[in-house]
């Protein structure tokens, strides 16, 4: 049985569980490593959301928020009329162990026009998320509660 079959079975709504998924794979995908199972583990407490389902998302959507790290940076520059800066891994690190402080004042407003980007794509895609998984998720809990027909053998 998946976790989201179980979830139906013990009674958690379809809405509540595509809110939980689309929230778990907004949450997932914010730009700052390290930070979303945080993210998703204070949104599962405060929305009361079923705590191993998001932190699943948020594993699953791993490589995709690797991916969009470097456009969501790009965005945040463009979107605060800064100059690309360079993001070559060596480079980063080279720099943060150099010097923390110096690394965050050169780098840390790539951090913030990324997170106001993934702040502005957030509704649309929280949003879009649910809306796209609701149907499904109604059919399958539809689809569970069907009464299994009695095929034993002399029923009437």
């Not at 790009?74 to 800064?82: D, K, M, N, P, W």
């Not at 929280?126 to 109604?138: C, N, Q």
Request: hydrophobic residues 50%; contains cysteine; proline residues 8%.
């Amino acid at each position: 049985m998946t976790p989201i079959t179980r979830q139906l079975r013990q009674g958690i709504t379809p809405e509540k569980i595509a809110f939980t998924l689309a929230l778990g794979f907004m949450l997932s995908i914010f730009p700052i490593l390290g930070a979303t199972t945080l993210l998703c583990g204070l949104a599962g407490v405060l929305f009361r959301l079923n705590q191993p389902l998001i932190q699943l998302v948020n594993y699953l959507a791993y490589p995709i928020q690797i991916v969009l790290l470097i456009p969501f940076y790009r965005a945040g520059e463009h979107l605060l009329g800064r100059a690309p800066v360079p993001l070559h891994i060596s480079r980063l690190l080279e720099r943060f162990r150099a010097d923390v402080g110096q690394f965050f004042k050169d780098f840390g407003m790539i951090a913030v026009g990324g997170i106001l980007v993934w702040l502005l794509a957030a509704p649309i895609v929280i949003g879009g998320g649910y809306g796209m998984l609701r149907p499904a998720l109604r059919a399958l809990s539809a689809r569970l509660q069907k009464p299994v027909p009695d095929v034993s053998i002399g029923a009437p």
